[in-house]
């Protein structure tokens, strides 16, 4: 019933800048999080960040911090995260989840279906 559904991905250059959306629909939950995972070629799905609406408290990966930011436009639903000063590091398949807690994966029920970032060199 519920559905996640990612846009905004796309392939930029090192130091340029992505702003990934989400579009929630059917989802009720208010006191756990929406945030985003990513999954790079050869590695486990990692939180990059999370946003708890009750709180309105952002949370990020270190290795993210500074350069990402999350945020939630509560009257259209979606989720957003503003990526700047991008690195090939970056790379990775993102996705949008809804119902955890923090950056821990296995802790969100919801998933969409995912945008890939590509950065080069």
């Known amino acids: 019933q519920v559905r996640l559904v990612e846009s905004g991905g796309g392939s930029v250059q090192a130091g340029g800048s992505l702003r990934l959306s989400c579009v929630a629909s059917g989802y009720t939950g208010t006191s756990n999080a929406m945030g985003w995972f990513r999954q790079a070629p050869g590695k486990e799905r990692e939180g990059v960040a999370c946003?708890?609406?009750?709180?309105?408290?952002?949370y990020y990966a270190d290795s993210v911090k500074g350069r990402f930011t999350i945020s939630q436009d509560r009257a259209k639903n979606t989720l957003y995260l503003q990526m700047n000063s991008l690195k090939p590091e970056d790379t990775a398949i993102y996705y949008c989840?809804?119902?955890?807690?923090?950056?821990?994966?296995?802790?969100?029920?919801?998933w969409g279906q995912g945008t890939q970032v590509t950065v080069s060199s």
């Open positions: 946003f708890y609406a009750i709180s309105g408290d952002p």
């Open positions: 989840a809804a119902g955890g807690w923090f950056l821990r994966a296995p802790t969100y029920n919801y």
